[in-house]
């Protein structure tokens, strides 16, 4: 294997322009540009306006990288791209960028995974994931228990949510309360003040018989929406932090549970949260009470590194580099809806050895 590898890696999939540099497992640079403001009277993100602020932010945020890492592009080992899942136009724009820069640079591409990265990020924090490694995976858009050996090659999903996702419950219930845009950490400050046992909420999927790793957070989201709109007919005053707090509960109640079932079904003795709701203090509150409980050591990255970055794709990078993984051809595409076991996008289709030729020749044929 050869020495830690020296990585840009560059996230698009939604409204933050990330791009990271890391050696190995060392984090090096994480700048981030946010267009988070420009949705926020929107209740959401517009898709055309995150990736018109990509384009804007993308040069400036990978030269203020470059800067705080204190190292030059042509020193760079390799350029990694967030390929999917996403926004299509958002991703367009990194992946585009990161062709460019691979091609202009000579450095080899890494079109990898959102939420491999996700799980990967935490090697910047606590050195190389063990194998295997459980991950709970919560984010906008996907709530996932994944098992790895090798984060690399392989993630094995164990169930996933069947309708919303943890951190679409956290914005939603949040817009029931009235509480703004994104709902996730706002929800997590306001229910500091209030009872987590004040309303109890339903916990999705718990049965005997529903299905052990899958996760349901639509019912809860109505429940939570139902139990507001009827104090607010009733003329009651709505206990906007106790709703929050019991709301929080119910959903960090079912993943922990379940994240540590599944540890322990699988023989697994590592558990690691990744995605947004990951930042959530209560969801990391309870995670290591309940690990350390069954015995098993969890590993959260800090919350800046949660929510969506750049560094988590320079991590993924790194890693793909180091074990000498294939790289990526020029004529990646972005794919919104790329499957979490597709952890990176090589170049599979194309023969061994030919990887250069027939990329220059996908770029010449026009689709690039
Ligand atoms: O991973 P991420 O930044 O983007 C996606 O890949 O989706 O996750 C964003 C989600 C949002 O739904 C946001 O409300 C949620 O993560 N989130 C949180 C917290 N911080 C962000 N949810 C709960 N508690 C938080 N502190
Ligand atoms: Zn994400």
């Keep these: 294997m050869a020495d830690e590898p020296l990585v840009l890696g560059i996230e698009t999939s939604c409204d933050e322009t990330g791009v990271g540099i890391v050696r190995g497992t060392t984090l090096l640079a994480d700048a981030v540009a946010s267009s988070v403001n420009d949705h926020a009277r929107f209740g959401g993100v517009v898709p055309e306006i995150a990736s018109r602020a990509h384009l804007e932010a993308m040069v400036p945020t990978i030269r203020r990288a470059l800067d705080t890492a204190g190292v030059k592009a042509a020193d760079l080992d390799g350029i990694a791209v967030t390929a999917g899942p996403g926004l299509a136009g958002a991703l367009l724009v990194g992946v585009s960028a990161a062709k460019a820069y691979a091609w202009a640079l000579d ?34 858009g996907h709530s996932s228990l994944l098992l790895s050996e090798d984060i690399t090659t392989d993630v094995r999903p164990l169930g996933a949510t069947i309708d919303d996702a943890a951190g679409e419950a956290f914005d939603k ?126 590993r959260v990255p800090r919350p800046g590194l949660c929510t969506d970055n750049g560094a988590m794709v320079a991590a993924l990078g790194a890693e793909m580099v180091w074990r000498d993984r294939a790289p990526s051809s020029l004529d990646l595409s972005a794919d919104s809806s790329l499957p979490v076991t597709d952890v990176h996008v090589p170049a599979a289709h194309l023969e061994h050895g030919h990887f250069h030729d027939q990329a220059y020749d996908a770029l010449g044929g026009g689709e690039a």
Excluded at 283 to 292: S, Y
Aim: charged share 25%.
């Design 107 to 140: 450095k080899p591409l890494y079109g990898v995974n959102h939420l491999a990265s996700h799980i990967c990020v935490d090697q910047l924090e606590h050195g190389r994931l063990p194998s295997p490694t459980m991950a709970l995976l919560v984010s906008g």
């Design 173 to 298: 219930v949040a817009r029931v309360l009235g509480l703004g845009f994104p709902g996730g950490p706002i929800v997590d400050r306001t229910a500091r003040e209030g009872d987590p046992k004040a309303i109890h909420f339903p916990r999705g999927l718990s049965g005997k018989n529903d299905p052990a790793f899958d996760f349901s957070f639509s019912g809860l989201k109505t429940a939570v929406a139902r139990w507001v709109e009827a104090k607010r007919r009733a003329g009651e005053p709505v206990p906007v932090a106790d709703v929050a707090a019991s709301f929080q509960e119910a959903v960090t109640d079912v993943l922990t549970r379940k994240a540590v079932k599944a540890c322990r079904e699988n023989g697994v003795d590592h558990l690691m949260i990744g995605g947004g709701v990951a930042a959530n203090s209560r969801l990391r509150e309870m995670a290591q009470q309940r690990c350390d409980r069954a015995g098993i050591r969890l």
